[in-house]
């Protein structure tokens, strides 16, 4: 079965220090993955997304993101971190089964960044 | 980068009332767009896909005469959320794909906030 897994309810980080929202996936097929963010009382900002091609993806506001066919994993990284990046971040994977433009989101990670 | 209004951003109704929210895409045509429901706290559930000019497709235990869905054109989609109950309060957000793009990319809504007194 295709899905998305986001191990992390939460992921606190001081302001300035790296951050990582981790994601896993399992897919049939090319995964095609994208990541979300979503603001309080807002619909979801993309961020990044990753189709094929170099494994670093880079993406809005210095997010990045790299795809790792081995581990199934597209972990969600920002070399230093704002305190207004503070929000709730989606992974999401293309279902290939029951539609190709459907997504499968994850449950989503709360990232706090702390001044 | 293509945009996607709904409207309205919150409603607040009576139990028993039907509501209706609309979905455009403002800058691109979109021949299908999604319907998703968020509880509190809880990841976005896909609900239906809206095509243009034909029936929507309802997710597995979606009550389709419940949510009805029509997809009249190729920029607007409406959900009527029929005999609302306190249950159906929840925060809906649609998405739409913009055929011009690459990988069929999908195009989020900002969400309206349904409360069902």
């Known amino acids: 079965a295709q899905s998305v897994a986001q191990p992390e309810d939460q992921v606190n980080v001081a302001e300035g220090n790296p951050l990582t929202v981790k994601c896993t996936y399992s897919?049939?097929?090319?995964?095609?993955l994208f990541w979300y963010v979503q603001y309080p009382n807002r619909g979801l900002q993309f961020l990044l997304k990753?189709?094929?091609?170099?494994?670093l993806v880079k993406g809005s506001y210095g997010f990045e993101a790299e795809f790792n066919k081995s581990q199934t994993s597209f972990h969600l990284k920002k070399p230093s971190a704002l305190v207004s990046d503070s929000a709730l971040y989606f992974c999401?994977?293309?279902?290939?089964?029951?539609?190709?433009?459907?997504?499968?989101f994850g449950a989503g990670t709360r990232l706090a960044v702390h001044p | 980068g293509a945009v996607v209004s709904q409207h309205p951003s919150w409603v607040i109704c009576k139990s028993g009332t039907s509501v209706k929210i609309e979905c455009r895409s403002l800058?691109?045509?979109?021949?299908?767009m999604f319907w998703y429901r968020q509880f509190p706290k809880q990841s976005l559930m896909l609900m239906a896909t809206?095509?243009?000019?034909?029936?929507?497709?309802?997710e597995q235990g979606v009550e389709k005469d419940k949510f009805l869905i029509n997809h009249a054109s190729l920029t607007l989609s409406t959900l009527t959320v029929t005999s609302a109950h306190p249950e159906d309060s929840s925060f809906y957000i649609c998405?739409?794909?913009?055929?011009?793009?690459?990988?069929?990319?999908?195009?989020f809504g900002p969400g309206t906030r349904l409360t069902v007194l």
């Open positions: 998405s739409a794909i913009s055929t011009s793009g690459s990988y069929n990319e999908q195009f």
């Open positions: 897919v049939s097929g090319n995964p095609y």
């Open positions: 990753y189709i094929t091609g170099d494994n």
């Open positions: 999401a994977v293309r279902d290939g089964v029951r539609g190709y433009n459907k997504l499968i």
């Open positions: 800058d691109f045509q979109a021949t299908t």
């Open positions: 809206s095509n243009e000019g034909s029936k929507a497709t309802y």
